[in-house]
């Protein structure tokens, strides 16, 4: 318990400066093109893809090379261009393939680098995912956004993961170390069906999630040092049951990631 409030009393809320970042975002959303492909859309050439589909314990995966391009990859049931407004759209069912550490399945982005290696960086440096996304159905949980552990240590968890419930509830999940549990922070309340924005932001030993303008700051335990990291976006449903149908659609009008 004192663990937790430590690390409670070290975040802060504070009103972004930056709003030109999220001012880009909407541009894009405006420029979607519905009768391509999502890699028409986005960069997907720094992406690959994980579906809820394969042999048991090795989802199907996508690479940059096949998403990329107006005519690049598209999957009627997991992975689509919405018609009507050009969002890139990721369903995750309560059943699908998993990967060996996860229940849950999902239809989500890993980011690559530019030649098709996995990404892998450091957290030294300044690196920012941005999007602009909204969640249309959800059972109970699904993870929209991560920034996720690589190599450097035994653990695979994240980072800090971003959370939507059913309810509208937008919960930042932070991991203690990596070894231990998250720490939940709720940091709103967007209805469903609403569009919305989200800006992670990892530079040394502090990161920063900020959700429609408003930021939360916090400092990195040492205890991540060693770690590199990467992000991940897109639908990782957190609920699972035998239901093809149940589970959580998400819609993106814009994803881009910078490093400096």
Same mark, same amino acid.
């Given at each position: 318990?004192?663990?937790?409030?430590?690390?409670?009393?070290?975040?802060?809320?504070?009103?972004?400066?930056?709003?030109?970042?999220?001012?880009?975002?909407?541009?894009?959303?405006?420029?979607?093109? &519905?009768?391509?492909?999502?890699?028409?859309?986005?960069?997907?050439?720094?992406?690959?893809?994980?579906?809820?589909?394969?042999?048991?314990?090795?989802? =199907?995966?996508?690479?940059?090379?096949?998403?990329?391009?107006?005519?690049?990859?598209?999957?009627?049931?997991?992975?689509?261009?919405?018609?009507?407004?050009?969002?890139?759209?990721?369903?995750? &069912? =309560?059943?699908?393939?998993?990967?060996?550490?996860s229940n849950y399945a999902r239809s989500e982005l890993r980011e690559m680098n530019a030649n098709g290696s996995a990404a892998d960086w450091p957290l030294a440096g300044n690196h920012t995912l941005s999007a602009e996304l909204r969640v249309v159905s959800v059972t109970k949980n699904v993870?929209?956004?991560?920034?996720?552990?690589?190599?450097?240590?035994?653990?695979?968890?994240?980072?800090?993961?971003?959370?939507?419930?059913?309810?509208?509830?937008?919960?930042?999940?932070?991991?203690?170390? &990596?070894?231990?549990?998250?720490?939940?922070?709720?940091?709103?309340?967007? &209805?469903?069906? +609403?569009?919305?924005?989200?800006?992670?932001?990892?530079?040394?030993?502090?990161?920063?999630?900020?959700?429609?303008?408003?930021?939360?700051?916090?400092?990195?335990?040492?205890?991540?040092?060693?770690?590199? +990291?990467?992000?991940?976006?897109?639908?990782?449903?957190?609920?699972?049951? =035998?239901?093809?149908?149940?589970?959580?659609?998400?819609?993106?009008?814009?994803?881009?990631?910078?490093?400096?």
């Amino acid at each position: 318990m004192r663990k937790r409030t430590l690390l409670a009393a070290a975040l802060s809320t504070v009103v972004v400066g930056g709003l030109g970042l999220l001012g880009v975002t909407n541009a894009n959303a405006a420029a979607l093109n &519905p009768a391509v492909a999502p890699g028409g859309n986005f960069n997907l050439s720094v992406w690959s893809l994980q579906l809820p589909i394969g042999s048991p314990g090795s989802p =199907e995966t996508i690479s940059p090379a096949r998403l990329k391009g107006a005519n690049g990859y598209t999957n009627p049931s997991y992975f689509w261009t919405d018609k009507n407004d050009g969002s890139m759209t990721f369903w995750a &069912p =309560e059943k699908g393939v998993t990967t060996p550490n996860s229940n849950y399945a999902r239809s989500e982005l890993r980011e690559m680098n530019a030649n098709g290696s996995a990404a892998d960086w450091p957290l030294a440096g300044n690196h920012t995912l941005s999007a602009e996304l909204r969640v249309v159905s959800v059972t109970k949980n699904v993870a929209v956004g991560q920034v996720k552990l690589g190599s450097g240590g035994t653990s695979t968890k994240p980072l800090l993961e971003l959370y939507y419930r059913a309810n509208g509830d937008i919960y930042l999940g932070q991991q203690r170390s &990596p070894t231990d549990g998250q720490t939940l922070h709720k940091l709103g309340n967007v &209805p469903l069906g +609403q569009r919305w924005t989200y800006v992670f932001n990892v530079s040394g030993n502090r990161a920063s999630l900020t959700i429609n303008g408003s930021t939360t700051n916090y400092t990195i335990p040492s205890s991540f040092n060693p770690y590199k +990291q990467y992000f991940k976006a897109g639908s990782y449903n957190q609920s699972s049951s =035998e239901s093809t149908t149940n589970g959580a659609k998400v819609k993106f009008y814009s994803l881009t990631i910078r490093h400096g």
